[in-house]
C-alpha cells in the first residue's frame, strides 16, 4: 500500500487507454522505468526498418534506372499520370521486388 500523498503520481493504463489505473501506481522511480521497458523499440525492430528502407531505396533506383525514357516522360506530364504511374507501375514492382504487397487506400478529399 502506498501512502497518501500530495503531488504527481504515474500509474499503469487501464485496459490499454490513456486513463489510469489508481490501483495499478508505481511505488518507486525503477518500477516505472521497468514498466516502461515494454514499450520501447527493440534494436533488432528499428534494425529492421532501417534495412527495409535501405532495401527499399535500392530498388526505386533500380526501377527508375531501368525505365524507359519514354514512359518516366509521360508519367511526369501531369499529377494524374505521376499518380498512375507510381500506383500502377512502380510500387507493384519494387513491393514484389521486396517480397510484399500492395494495397490501395482511396483517399477523399
Known amino acids: 500500500m502506498i501512502a497518501p500523498f500530495v503531488g504527481i503520481a504515474f500509474a ?3 485496459n490499454g487507454t490513456v486513463i489510469p489505473d489508481l490501483k495499478e501506481v508505481f511505488s518507486s522511480k525503477n518500477d516505472l522505468q521497468e ?3 515494454e514499450f520501447t523499440k527493440s534494436e533488432n525492430k528499428v534494425s529492421e526498418g532501417v534495412e527495409l528502407s535501405r532495401r527499399f531505396l535500392s530498388s526505386f533506383q533500380n526501377f527508375i534506372s531501368n525505365c524507359e525514357a519514354q514512359k ?5 506530364e501531369s499529377k494524374p499520370k505521376r499518380t ?3 500506383r500502377d507501375l512502380a510500387m ?9 504487397v500492395v494495397s490501395h487506400i482511396e483517399a477523399k478529399r
Open 12 to 14: 499503469k493504463s487501464k
Open 35 to 37: 514498466y516502461l521497458k
Open 72 to 76: 518516366l516522360g509521360r508519367a511526369f
Open 84 to 86: 498512375s504511374f507510381y
Open 92 to 100: 507493384p514492382a519494387i513491393a514484389k521486388d521486396l517480397g510484399l
